[in-house]
């Protein structure tokens, strides 16, 4: 079935460092992908997303490039601040039965120290 | 702004007691759902609903029910909770055309004791 594999954390960075996430998925055809971010104390908010095979997606300084030939959807960001701490979820989309649902990976927590 | 919230951030019960946990949204959103997250498995999906009085199971229903009687709101039910059920519970909701997106609520921390 369709699935989602990221990298296993946790990644602990100085400020300023480059970060990337790994994310590779399974899926059948070209579902969208989309990356969510959960702040300390804070349910998940969408940080970004990519519709299409080719598109980047991007917010806050974060980047995602959708990738068919290598099924990836890595997240990026050039240097990374204390306020990016948090745990990182690459999710896609999975239709079962007629329902829509996401699947998403199992997470991946950030620490960026001062 | 889309608010999705839950009625307690923290909540300890007792083995066996009938837990209820609330999520309510303010968007006129057609979809909610319940997930519970634990570490180093992620998220889980345990209940959705595509409308009011209308519910699915996800992949963990066992143990769990829920309710929907208003757009806005629905409950998570533990009938007879246990141990194992303590966890990081997690609301969602989203607008049927926009299919992925999904708001979440800020999560209740359950305790079962």
């Known amino acids: 079935g369709d699935s989602v594999t990221q990298m296993e954390g946790p990644v602990t960075l100085s400020e300023e460092a480059f970060l990337t996430i790994n994310c590779t998925y399974t899926a059948t055809g070209y579902p969208s992908l989309f990356w969510y971010v959960q702040y300390p104390g804070e349910g998940l908010q969408l940080l970004l997303k990519a519709t299409k095979a080719d598109d980047k997606g991007s917010n806050k300084g974060f980047e995602a490039t959708y990738r068919k030939e290598t099924t990836s959807f890595h997240l990026e960001k050039g240097s990374v601040q204390v306020s990016d701490s948090a745990v990182y979820f690459c999710a896609l989309p999975h239709t079962q039965g007629g329902s829509e649902k996401l699947v998403f990976g199992k997470g991946t927590k950030l620490t960026v120290n001062p | 702004d889309v608010k999705v919230t839950q009625s307690s951030r923290y909540l300890v019960k007792r083995t066996g007691e009938k837990v209820f946990l609330e999520c309510v949204q303010d968007m006129d959103h057609e979809n909610m759902f319940w997930y519970r997250q634990d570490p180093g498995l992620g998220l889980r999906l345990i209940y959705f609903s595509y409308d009011v009085k209308m519910k699915e199971k996800g992949d963990i229903p066992e143990g769990y029910s829920v309710s929907r009687e208003k757009k806005e709101r629905f409950s998570l039910i533990l009938e007879s909770a246990s141990t194992n059920q303590t966890s990081m519970y997690l609301c969602?909701?989203?607008?049927?055309?926009?299919?992925?997106?999904?708001?979440f609520g800020p999560g209740t921390r359950l305790t079962v004791t």
């Open positions: 969602a909701s989203r607008y049927r055309a926009l299919k992925y997106e999904q708001y």
